[in-house]
């Protein structure tokens, strides 16, 4: 069966290289866009160079302290951030920040602080679009393997693994431009 995918690129290639042949005069620019058509993938405008855990905490009183304290869950309290900077050219580092703390009796229970990022190449965006991409696209594609070290590390912790729900990166976005809007125009009022 591997012969025959090797054979099937062989005659594809020579089938190419025919018509190259039959017609020399033909531009560059159209057998880039003959070799579109024919199911090459296009270049995607968001490039993830690596991603990383930038920083991780995890601080526990200590499990003798909370296991007869109450058999109630604790209360989460979590908080999401997002923040990108410009590195180079078309380059982003992105960083979902989470935090989360357990508290159960009034006692803290965990404290989870975990800083994953990713390094991002933008190509073909307009200028206007960066912002909502960095901030929305970017972490939507680093969001599931922060959620896996949350869940491992509160298991590893000595707690049942803290599963997070997915996060609508549009409407952390859309309040922090309604937010930056608020401060710009209470800046403004305070000068006239």
């Known amino acids: 069966m591997a ?3 090797k054979s099937n690129k062989t005659t594809k290639k020579s089938t190419s290289k025919k018509s190259s042949a039959k017609n ?6 159209q057998s880039q866009s003959q070799s579109k058509s024919q199911g090459q993938m296009p270049v995607l405008p968001v490039t993830i160079h690596g991603q990383y855990i930038k920083d991780l905490s995890f601080e526990t009183p ?4 909370i296991a007869g304290s109450s058999k109630e869950s604790p209360s989460i309290n ?7 900077k ?4 078309n380059r982003f580092e992105v960083e979902l920040q989470i935090t989360a ?9 965990f404290m989870l602080e975990l800083t994953y990022a990713g390094a991002f190449t933008l190509q073909n ?11 929305i696209e970017c972490p939507r594609l680093l969001f599931p393997f922060a959620r896996a070290i949350v869940a491992e590390v509160t298991r590893d912790g000595g707690f049942p693994p803290l599963s997070l729900a997915p996060i609508d990166f549009a409407e952390i976005y859309r309040r922090q431009v309604q937010k930056a809007q608020e401060q710009q125009g209470s800046k403004s ?3 006239s």
């Open 3 to 5: 012969k025959g995918n």
């Open 24 to 29: 020399p005069t033909q531009s560059q620019g």
């Open 62 to 65: 200590g499990p003798f302290q």
């Open 101 to 109: 703390e357990a508290t159960r009796d009034s006692q803290r229970a």
């Open 125 to 135: 965006i307009p200028e206007q679009n960066i912002p909502p991409v960095l901030l």
């Open 78 to 84: 979590l908080n999401i951030e997002v923040k990108a």
């Open 86 to 89: 410009p590195m180079a050219d």
């Open 189 to 191: 009022a305070t000068q």
